[in-house]
C-alpha cells in the first residue's frame, strides 16, 4: 500500500472536518475522493501533502510515517485548482522550480523540463507567462510542475474544477492517459461522480467527514452500500418502497407477474436520446423510468396507459432506512 | 457591396472612428473619455508639477552654470546635500526591511492590538512635522526622560527621516501582500522549498514593486524633509545641516539662484536614485 491513512480526525473549531478516516491507497493507481463540498475531503488531500497537520491518527507514505514530516520533505506533487502558478516564471522555470530547489545540474534540468512540456503538449509555450495560457494550459504546466521532481504521489485538488466543461472533459481523458504512461500513485479531490467513475481506478466516497464506501466504480454503482452512496453516484427512483436507478427498471404491458408493480403513466418527458417516463404507482409512489428512444414506439406507451414495474436482474436495490452511516454522521 | 467594403465594416469601431475624423490608422488611438482624461491628467500634471518644477529650474539656470559650480563648490552647501542624500538612502534601506516586516506581521499573522497597530501607522503622516520635531527633541534631546540626548547629532537627522518615513513601505506593502496566492507558496513548499526560499523566489518577486514603490515614496519625502529636524538636529553647518536647510537659509540670506540650485541638483540626484530603484526592482521580479 502506497498511502496508509489511519485514524486521522481534524477540527476547524467546532467543526470536525474528519472524523477517524482509515483509508489504504493502493500504488500505482489513480484513487477518487469523492464526495460533497465541504466534506472533508480536499483536507484529507491536504493532510496527505502536509499542508494541513492531523490533529489524530497517522499518515504513512510508502511505509515511512510521515504524520509529523513538514511538506518539503514528503516528496509529493501537488496541483491545486486554481493552478497555484508563479506569476512573474515562465512555463519553463515553472516546471523547473522544484529541480532548480534540489540543485541539480543544469543540462539535467534543461532535458527533464523538455521532456515533461513535451508530455503536456506545452513545448511551444515554454518561454510564455502563466497569464498568457489558458485554464487547461495553466492546469498542465502545474501538473508537469508537480511531476518534474519525481513524487512517490501526486495529489490533485479538484483539479479541473475551474475550467469548462469541454476542457475539463478533454483533460480528464488526457489525465487517465497519462497515468498510464506515468504510473505514479495518484490521489485526485472531485465532487464530480462522473468524473470519479470515469477517471478512477478505485473511489472513496467521504461524507460529512467519513467514508462512506471505498470500491472500485462498478462496485460502487452497481453495490452502493448505503443511499447516501446510492444516490451521489447516479439517479435514483422508488420502487416498491426500494430505491433503484432508473434505467434498471423494466416497463412492460402484458399482463402482470407475481411481483410488478402496477401503475399509470402520467408524463412522458424526452431529452436528447432518453426517454423518462413518469409513473404512478398503486401505493401512491411516482417511479421515473428511463429507456431509450427507440424502445419507446415498441412499448406503446402513452399518457394515461396502465403498466407493470419491475427492478431488472441485477439491479442494486437500497432501501431507503437503510442509511446507518448518514445517521450518525448528522 | 463589394467584399473590400464588407471587410472594412467589419473592423471595430475603433479603427474607424479615428479614419472619420481625419486621421491615420496607424499608432494608438484614444477613445473620446480616455482622451479627455488623459488632457485632464496632463493638465493637472501641468499645473500642480511641471510648471513648478520648470520654474525652479529656470530660477536655478538664470545665474548659468557657475551658480551650480559654486552651489556644489561651497563646503557647507556639498556637506548639506550629501548629508541629506546618504542618510536618506540609509533611512530607505531601514525602510524597506522594517517596513516589509511590519506588513508582514500585519497581514500574515493575528494578535491582540493589531487593529490598533494599523491606526497607529499612519500617524506620523497626519501629525505635523514640526510637532513631530518638537516631540522627537523632547524625547531625545537635552533632558531626555529616557536619558538619551541625540541632539545636534547626525544620528537625529537619521531619526527624524525615519519618523516620518516609516508608513510608506508598510502602507504599499500591505495590500499587495494580502492578495498574493498562498497556494502558490504551498506548491512551492511542497515541491520543497523553504520558509527563505519561498519568501526569496515566490513573494519577494510578487512584492518588489510595491517595496520599490514605497522605498521610491519614503526617500523623495526623507530628502525634502524639514520640520521634523530642525529642532533636535541643531542644523550645524557641515555637521547636520540638511538641504532643506541649507535652502531656506540661501532664502533668507537674498540667494534665491543658489536655493534654487541646491533644489536641482536635489531633483537630479532623486530622479537617478528613482531610476536605480526601479531597474532593481525589475531585476528582482525577472529573476525570481
Known sequence: ??????????????????????????????????????????TLLRIIAGLETADTGRIEIEGVDATRLPPQKRNVGFVFQHYAAFKHLTVRRNIAFG?????????????????????????????????????????????????????????????????????????????????????????????????????????????????????????????????????FLGPVTQLGGQLVRPHDIRIHTDSPQPGDVLGRVTRITRVGFEIRVEVATGTGEVTTVTLTRDALPTLGLEVGREVALRPVAGAGLTSPADRPALRAAG | MTPTTTVQAGRSARVRRPARLGRSASGRQLTRASGLGLGIAMLWFSLLVLIPLAAVAATAAEGGWSTFSRALTNEATAAAIRLTVLTALGVTAVNVVMGTLIAWVLVRDRFPGQRAIEIIIDVPFALPTIVAGLVLLSLYGPGSPLGVNIANTRIAVFLAFLFVTTPFVVRSVQPVLAELDREAEEAAASLGASRFTIFRRIILPSIAPAIAAGATLSFARAVGEYGSLVLLSGNLPLRTEVASVRILSSIENDNPDNAAAVAVILLAISLVVIVLVDVLQRRVVRRG
Open chain 1, 99 to 231: 529541480l532548480e530547489i534540489r540543485r541539480r545540474p543544469k543540462a539535467e534540468i534543461r532535458e527533464r523540463v523538455d521532456e515533461l512540456l513535451a508530455l503536456v503538449h506545452l513545448t511551444p509555450f515554454a518561454d510564455r507567462l502563466p497569464a498568457q495560457l489558458s485554464g487547461g494550459q495553466r492546469q498542465r504546466m502545474a501538473l508537469a510542475r508537480a511531476l518534474a521532481v519525481a513524487p512517490t504521489v501526486l495529489l490533485l485538488d479538484e483539479p479541473f474544477g475551474a475550467l469548462d466543461a469541454k476542457v475539463r472533459k478533454e483533460l480528464r481523458d488526457w489525465l487517465r492517459r497519462l497515468h498510464d504512461e506515468v504510473h505514479v500513485t495518484t490521489v485526485f479531490v472531485t465532487h464530480d461522480q462522473e468524473e470519479a467513475l470515469e477517471v478512477a481506478d478505485e473511489i472513496v466516497v467521504i461524507n460529512e467527514g467519513r467514508v462512506e464506501q471505498i470500491g472500485s466504480p462498478d462496485d460502487l454503482y452497481d453495490r452502493p452500500a448505503n443511499e447516501f452512496v446510492m444516490r
Open chain 1, 1 to 42: 500500500m502506497s498511502i496508509e491513512i489511519i485514524d486521522v480526525g481534524k477540527r476547524f473549531g467546532d467543526f470536525v472536518a474528519l472524523d477517524n478516516v482509515s483509508v489504504s491507497i493502493p500504488t500505482g493507481q489513480l484513487t477518487a475522493l469523492l464526495g460533497p463540498s465541504g466534506g472533508g475531503k480536499s
